[in-house]
């Protein structure tokens, strides 16, 4: 792949992976219309599930394959020795549940240990929790693209999140409103922060993982 295509291939995916930031506030106010403020465990559980599947299938969205093969290439096998038509992009079924169910339960647990956050700090410490837990549950999904890399994937989503939070409390958005996400400020920070993922499994496509 020469320079110019390379770098109009990467203009194209991070193109493709800018509009992910709108799931963040329409998830979260999906979140609010469903179950109101994030106050109780079951509010978090279920507005995590919301907020977490309208997450999933915009980076589900994002992430899909746009060949006109539909995203199959031949992939050589482990047992046979041999070759076999596999698909290359990200499960969407796969990748949208392990969203919902990753954020469920992050912030389901973040609110019953520590209750709604109260203060600034224990605003971050929620965000870092959820963004690991939806990390954590997204990696299982990445593992077969991006093997040991995608255990870095939590860690990142730990720190974005948390800097997420930080940038919506600044700009002013009241802390006990109890949404399950941050806003569309927030959320701009979490996106070009996590544009790396999109990058990275183009990169490992191209050398036949």
Do not use: K
Not at 73 to 87: I, Q
Not at 147 to 152: E, F, I, M, T
Not at 165 to 187: K, L, M
């Amino acid at each position: 792949m020469s320079v110019t295509t390379e770098a109009r291939s990467t203009v194209r995916i991070l193109l493709r992976w800018a509009p992910t930031f709108a799931a963040f506030p329409v998830g979260g106010l999906a979140a609010q219309l469903v179950v109101g403020p994030v106050t109780t465990v079951g509010a978090a559980a279920v507005g995590g599930l919301v907020t977490g599947a309208a997450i999933g299938v915009a980076q589900w969205w994002a992430l899909r394959p746009t060949r006109p093969s539909g995203g199959w290439a031949l992939r050589p096998t482990r047992s046979s020795g041999g070759w076999a038509l596999r698909p290359t992009g990200l499960s969407a079924a796969r990748w949208v549940l392990a969203s919902a169910l990753g954020l469920a339960a992050a912030l389901a647990l973040a609110t019953a240990v520590a209750g709604p956050p109260a203060t600034l700090g224990a605003l971050l410490a929620q965000g870092a929790a959820c963004g690991f837990g939806l990390g954590a549950a997204q990696a299982g999904v990445l593992f077969g693209r991006l093997g040991a890399r995608a255990l870095l994937w939590p860690v990142l989503l730990a720190c974005a999140w948390a800097l997420g939070w930080a940038v919506t409390a600044a700009v002013g958005v009241r802390i006990e409103d109890g949404w399950t996400v941050f806003g569309s400020t927030g959320a701009l920070v979490v996106t070009a922060l996590t544009a790396v993922l999109p990058l990275a499994l183009r990169r490992a496509a191209s050398r036949g993982r």
